[in-house]
């Protein structure tokens, strides 16, 4: 089976993050993209509940909702020296990320701290044509599925300003 990442991305208002931690699990997420010349390469620091992990992610876009994605377990020792071969010209990225279930799919809310009004929302699908309901309870601003500039790639080099609403 090919590891595909399909997926769709929103730009929303920031929820209330009390009433969210009561529904979903919460993660901290260090992300830091490397050199390379073949695609994207990162590596995440990983936290939640405590436990630490080290997670090394490979993609390639293929269209702007479907990537091909191949991702790797880094012991703590082989993060730091991956860390070594960081890009210059991008940021480490720090995050929260609530993981949301709602009908059927996991919404994964990115609070980030350079932004205090807004934040990115993503949902992982099994097919690029697959139906889903957004939660109502979360306002929507944009779908930024196609707009490169709400990539964490592209977020690690320059930070979008938030959206006046």
């Known amino acids: 089976m090919v590891p595909y990442e399909i997926e769709r991305k929103y730009l929303i208002a920031r929820p209330d993050l009390l009433n969210l931690a009561n529904l979903c699990k919460i993660q901290k997420i260090s ?17 939640e509940k405590g436990q630490v992990s080290y997670i090394e992610t490979a993609k390639r876009a293929l269209s702007s909702i479907k990537r091909l994605e191949l991702e790797r377990q880094l012991t703590e020792e082989e993060y730091n020296r991956r860390l070594a071969t960081r890009d210059p010209r991008r940021q480490t990225i720090h995050k929260m990320r609530y993981c949301l279930p709602y009908a059927d799919h996991i919404f994964e809310i ?21 139906e889903f309901t957004l939660p109502p309870f979360i306002r ?26």
């Open 110 to 130: 990115d609070i980030f701290p350079f932004w205090n009004r807004q934040a990115i929302m993503e949902v992982e699908l099994q097919n690029e044509n697959e």
């Open 140 to 165: 929507v601003l944009r779908d930024v599925t196609d707009d490169p500039d709400y990539s964490n790639h592209s977020i690690a080099r320059t930070i979008p300003p938030e959206d006046e609403f």
């Open 31 to 47: 992300q830091t993209y490397l050199s390379s010349t073949e695609g994207t390469v990162r590596v995440r620091r990983l936290e």
